[in-house]
Each structure stands twice: as structure tokens, then as C-alpha cells.
Nanobody, 123 residues
Framework: QVQLVESGGGSVQAGDSLRLSCAAS????????MGWFRQAPGKGREFVAA???????DHADSVKGRFTISRDNVRNTVYLQMNTLKPEETAVYYC?????????????????WGQGTQVTVAS
């Protein structure tokens, strides 16, 4: 069982940066593949980035070069560094965990989800 708590969201201007954090409970955090997804009002949940238990990463094309996912297995925390934010990236950002190896963009494969943190980017 894994419990996830996101933090770091807020309201920023276009072009600003934010770093989201996701703290996970449990002793086997290092065995989980982690992901970040986002959901804008009236839209479906969208893949943003993922990191495997081995540290392999995958980023959505729309965020490559601006967002970076990372993890700290000592602190049981996964991060999403977001640079040069755009207004269209306003959404609730969710952290998710999936037991197993590799990375995945498929939200249905993630069994554990946080409550989400709001990111609002003003133009």
C-alpha cells in the first residue's frame, strides 16, 4: 500500500517555474515506478512524465526540455521541475505510483494516486 501527497502547486505567471513534490509512504518506494499526470477543466487526464524504479525517465513531447522528473529514494519523494510554464498548462497535477519496472504513459496502469495539486499559469 502506498499513500501519495503532492505539494508545490500554486499560481504563477507564464514563463515562471515551479517544482512539485510527491511524498510517498511505505518502505518499498524504490520498487515503484512513479508518474505525473495533469487534468485541466473539462479534459481527460494527461500523461506528463514518468520515472522507473531504476531511474529511467519518459516525458511527454509537449514538456520535453522544460519539465524534468526525478526521484529521491532516501526521502521517498518524486519531483517534477517545471520551467517556462504556459497558460495552457493550468491543471490539477497528480502523482501516481505503479508497482513494477519500466515507465508507462497509461494512467490505468497506476494503482495509487495522490489528491492532486493545482497549478495555475496566468498569461
Amino acid at each position: 500500500q502506498v499513500q501519495l501527497v503532492e505539494s508545490g502547486g500554486g499560481s504563477v505567471q507564464a514563463g515562471d517555474s515551479l517544482r512539485l513534490s510527491c511524498a510517498a509512504s511505505g518502505r518499498t518506494f524504490s520498487s515503484y515506478s512513479m508518474g505525473w499526470f495533469r487534468q485541466a477543466p473539462g479534459k481527460g487526464r494527461e500523461f506528463v512524465a514518468a520515472i522507473s524504479s531504476d531511474g529511467d525517465t519518459d516525458h511527454a513531447d509537449s514538456v520535453k526540455g522544460r519539465f524534468t522528473i526525478s526521484r529521491d529514494n532516501v526521502r521517498n519523494t518524486v519531483y517534477l521541475q517545471m520551467n517556462t510554464l504556459k497558460p495552457e498548462e493550468t491543471a490539477v497535477y497528480y502523482c501516481a505510483a505503479r508497482y513494477g519496472r519500466g515507465v508507462s504513459r497509461i494512467n490505468l496502469l497506476y494503482g495509487y494516486w495522490g489528491q492532486g495539486t493545482q497549478v495555475t499559469v496566468a498569461s
